[in-house]
């Protein structure tokens, strides 16, 4: 942390000065941010792979130095858009931090609608997970593997490495650019090794996983194309992460790429197969072939691609019955 001394105050002519001097904190935010980024390597180094404890500050605190540098630069367009209502916003608040302000996904939002920063979807959806991460770590508990943590980390690692050299140190002084020049070096050398350390480990998998190319999805956990579905177990495995599904199993491993691959609540199904609610609907992306989306069950590894579409909706469903080519939730509806 950066300190600056004040100079020693002036005592009265009867008091002695003070033989220890005061000292006032001195931390902008884009020094503040680019500290954070240095904890969060230094925490996913430490070790190999990283412990619980270092995971959690590596999350912590990279949720931490994604809202400080995104704000940093949301607050160069004007200070009053990193208010929660910025129609509230007065200079005192702000200058002296009795405020409540927007929260980092409504930061992006501002950012890109009225400042024209251009962040991609793939980059808002990494942020939106991290933020899911930070959440559950604070409430439940983390339970994502040190390799999942670790490719998540990356890949929001490089996007602020890079926002920071676009956007934010052009608009500062050449002093301010000195202090924190050393700290962002060390940073992009850590995460070049965290890289360079994932991509050795994908190339050695590759040979595993050549005859499973049919059964590999983009592992929602670590977003690596390593989880091979329909194993003995009948429970995807990911061999990049090895993240646990738990009790839950092969629906549980289901319902999470769901979550983090569709917007549609209602694409998983019993599987005909095996019977296992882990049979996902016209959404899921296979290794030999990743632009096509199928039907595939995360239990069985069952590929069903003769399933009929609604008549009504045109989604794809599972028939149980004569349904007269309606979808389960249609037929309901044309019964009321």
Not at 46 to 58: I, S, T, V, W
Not at 114 to 125: L, M, N, P, S
Not at 243 to 257: E, T
Request: glycine share 6%.
């Amino acid at each position: 942390m950066t300190v600056s001394e004040s100079n020693e105050e002036r005592a009265g002519d009867d008091e002695p000065k003070r033989s220890t001097p005061d000292h006032a904190v001195d931390f902008p935010p884009v020094e503040n941010g680019v500290d954070y980024l240095l904890s969060v390597v230094e925490h996913l180094t430490a070790e190999k792979p990283p412990g619980p404890r270092h995971l959690k500050y590596a999350v912590l605190h990279l949720q931490a130095a994604t809202e400080v540098l995104l704000k940093a630069r949301l607050q160069r367009e004007h200070w009053s858009l990193v208010f929660a209502k910025p129609e509230t916003a007065t200079r005192k608040n702000f200058e002296s931090g009795t405020f409540d302000s927007c929260t980092t996904e409504g930061t992006i939002a501002r950012l890109q609608g009225i400042a024209g920063v251009v962040i991609d979807d793939k980059t808002v959806g990494y942020v939106k997970d991290l933020i899911k991460s930070r959440n559950a770590l604070q409430h439940y508990g983390l339970t994502y593997s040190a390799r999942s943590v670790e490719s998540h980390a990356v890949k929001v690692l490089d996007f602020l490495l890079a926002f920071v050299h676009t956007e934010l140190l052009p608009a500062l002084s050449p002093d301010e650019v000195r202090k924190v020049a050393g700290t962002l070096e060390t940073v992009g050398e850590d995460v070049r090794t965290i890289q360079s350390f994932i991509k050795r480990r994908l190339n050695r998998l590759k040979g595993e996983l050549r005859a499973v190319q049919d059964k590999t999805v983009e592992c929602p956990s670590c977003d690596q194309w390593a989880m091979v579905v329909g194993g003995q177990e009948g429970e995807p495995t990911c061999h990049f992460c090895h993240q646990n599904w738990g009790d839950r199993g092969a629906n549980g491993a289901a319902d999470l790429y769901q979550w983090a691959r569709t917007e549609d609540s209602e694409v998983i199904e019993p599987c005909p197969t095996c019977g296992v609610k882990a049979l996902l609907l016209d959404c899921v992306q296979v290794a030999a072939d990743p632009l096509t989306r199928c039907s595939l069950c995360f239990g069985c590894g069952t590929r069903h691609d003769d399933l009929p579409a609604c008549n009504a909706c045109e989604k794809l469903y599972v028939p149980d019955k004569d349904t007269m080519g309606l979808c389960g939730e249609c037929e309901y509806l044309a019964t009321r």
